[in-house]
């Protein structure tokens, strides 16, 4: 199986800056890894995702980087609102049987 | 995300039987239970693919899922345990076996027992 380990656990920032949730994966077959936010009492919802043929993605002041190399995938909120904060899954998918391994999450709260 | 409704949304039960619903409006082939306890992500217990019973992960024998077809989902609870206090997502993917399907959460249905 996979197993995902997600840091840092809790993660605080001043608004306008910078947020970044870093990922480890372990099973080199896994070729896609997507971001869930959830909000309190809420589903988690995709925010972005990345496939094993890119290294770069940028959406909507989100971006991700993956190295597959090191195993590892990070997601880089920019210009950090109150409305970012929220927990935030990582998870990792293996090409066969589509099964998502979800890191343990990130809560990020943003302070005015 | 209106288009994966659960239902009921709220339950809170003794040691009874219950069952959630679930039916998603995507047309999608694939179709999950999930189980979050407080604080921690998403675990699955159950996928169907096209009504069929692809991966049953270890899960107490309470829980029994039924996939009357590929837009429903159930899942039967009998005798709840309070360890079994979590909020059960359903979801649904376009399709099942291939990499990169975002998978669809649906607003969840809260169980709690007492």
Redesign the interface.
């Known amino acids: 199986g996979e197993q995902v380990e997600q840091l840092p656990s809790i993660l605080r920032v001043q608004e306008g800056s910078s947020a970044s949730i870093n990922c480890t994966y372990e099973n080199s077959a896994s070729?896609?890894f997507?971001w869930y936010k959830q909000e309190p009492g809420?589903?988690?919802?995709?925010i972005i995702?990345i496939?094993s043929n890119m290294e770069r993605k940028q959406t909507q002041g989100l971006i991700v980087l993956l190295d597959k190399k090191a195993k590892r995938f990070s997601l880089h909120i920019t210009d950090t609102q109150p409305g970012d904060s929220a927990m935030y899954?990582c998870a990792a998918?293996?090409?066969?049987?589509?099964?998502?391994t979800?890191?343990?999450?990130t809560v990020l709260l943003v302070s005015p | 995300?209106t288009k994966i409704t659960q239902s009921p949304r709220y339950l809170i039960l003794g040691r009874a039987n219950k069952s959630l619903e679930c039916e998603q409006h995507l047309g999608h082939n694939?179709m999950y239970w999930y189980k979050q306890s407080a604080?921690?992500?998403?675990?699955?217990m159950f996928?169907y693919n096209l009504k069929q019973l692809?991966?049953n992960e270890t899960v107490p024998s309470r829980f029994i899922p039924e996939c009357p077809d590929s837009s429903k989902l159930l899942l039967h609870i009998s005798a709840v345990d309070p360890e079994d206090s979590a909020v059960y997502?359903c979801a649904s993917?376009q399709v099942?076996?291939?990499?990169?399907?975002?998978?669809?959460?649906?607003?969840?249905s809260r169980l709690i027992v007492v």
């Open positions: 070729n896609y997507p809420e589903n988690p919802k995709l995702d496939r899954f998918s293996d090409s066969g049987y589509n099964k998502l979800f890191g343990k999450g | 995300n694939a604080e921690k992500p998403p675990e699955l996928l692809i991966r997502f993917s099942w076996g291939r990499s990169g399907n975002t998978l669809y959460f649906g607003e969840g």
